[in-house]
């Protein structure tokens, strides 16, 4: 209609419709691949042919591994008893007594020579350091400044004595493993070297070396070994290696190495201080001596892993090819699949 100053009014309709391209339009090339049925016997075969030597290979490296496992938290303190509760109990009294001697001597005979480094482990069994607030029992910014020794915040209940702060705090380090061994062989010692058994990482970056342990273990109950007071906590290797928590309950953790080779058949003693209490939530304490291959320590579960799923893959692609040997099925034209057809022009 005509305005009062003789003026039209047009109404223009603005348009959503976005700019055509080949990309918001999906029409990039594309690869769009046939399963036929021989790609599918080829695949299955390809993973069989690749998977199974891989296995095979974890299997002999496995196999090269030489070990030593004792398990000494019984045989070092033998109970009388038949009944278990009242031998356990009885480990646990002697564990706790302080004057008693926990001094015992192991003989181990090497199976196979083993080549240097040769490592030297404990394993725990039954030790759930996964627990929630075991793991949270810590204080990464005390450990790593001392400035920051009086942060304790997660620690309890091994967060503080008489006001004054523990360091290292929580639970994690009031529980540091203190069993020590001395090994020897012809009663010649057998040095076991300790030093880089913990990450570089933890060393430079997780504990400061201007730390000091400060009123550790200072209380009863005194969960476990104790630190020298005159040495920073990145020097502290046993710690650091300690406080790494294992994500299962029954896990290793390094303990040194022996740097020269033992022979087949040597009578290798050990002389063990049995410190840690285990008794207490029936756990087990065991040594272990281990040489290593390009795959590390002694460990068949990848390898069979590999040939398990090798063994499937081939399986599956015999069985394709019998079917299609004996009951063939002509393939459809692929010309008649949607995205082959010509679009019809309008």
């Not at 047009?10 to 690869?31: D, G, H, V």
């Not at 503080?160 to 639970?171: A, H, K, M, S, T």
């Not at 002389?271 to 207490?280: E, H, M």
Request: net charge positive; proline share 6%.
């Amino acid at each position: 209609m005509p305005s009062g100053d003789g003026s039209t009014k047009s109404s223009t309709k603005t348009s959503k419709k976005p700019q055509y391209s080949r990309f918001t339009q999906q029409e990039l090339p594309a690869c769009k691949p046939i399963l036929t049925p021989g790609l599918v016997m080829a695949a299955f075969l390809i993973l069989g042919l690749a998977f199974i030597p891989i296995g095979l290979s974890h299997l002999s490296a496995s196999d090269n591994v030489v070990q030593l496992i004792d398990r000494y938290d019984e045989a070092c303190f033998p109970a009388s008893s038949s009944n278990p509760e009242e031998a356990n109990g009885k480990r646990i009294s002697y564990i706790q007594d302080d004057k008693t001697d926990k001094t015992c001597t192991r003989n181990l005979t090497v199976p196979q020579k083993m080549k240097q480094p040769i490592f030297v482990y404990y394993q725990l069994d039954e030790f759930y350091q996964n627990h929630r607030r075991y793991v949270r029992s810590r204080n990464d910014q005390q450990y790593r400044s001392a400035s920051a020794e009086r942060k304790t915040a997660n620690c309890d209940p091994e967060a503080e004595v008489n006001g004054n702060p523990i360091v290292p705090c929580g639970l994690i380090a009031w529980s540091l493993f203190n069993d020590t061994y001395s090994l020897s062989r012809n009663d010649i010692a057998l040095p076991i070297n300790k030093n880089g058994i913990a990450w570089e990482s933890d060393k430079t970056s997780r504990f400061g070396s201007d730390v000091y342990p400060k009123n550790f273990q200072t209380r009863s109950p005194i969960g476990g070994g104790k630190l020298n007071e005159k040495i920073p906590l990145n020097q502290q290797e046993d710690l650091l290696v300690w406080m790494r928590t294992a994500t299962l309950p029954s896990f290793r953790k390094l303990y040194g190495r022996i740097e020269t080779d033992l022979e087949e058949n040597e009578i290798i003693k050990v002389v063990i201080q049995n410190n840690y209490n285990t008794y207490t939530f029936s756990g087990k304490k065991k040594l272990v001596i281990s040489t290593t291959t390009w795959i590390g320590g002694k460990n068949d579960f990848l390898g069979r892993v590999y040939v398990t799923v090798g063994g499937i893959c081939l399986l599956i692609a015999i069985t394709y090819i019998i079917f299609y040997l004996v009951r063939p099925r002509p393939l459809g034209d692929p010309a008649y699949l949607s995205w082959n057809k010509v679009p019809a022009s309008n």
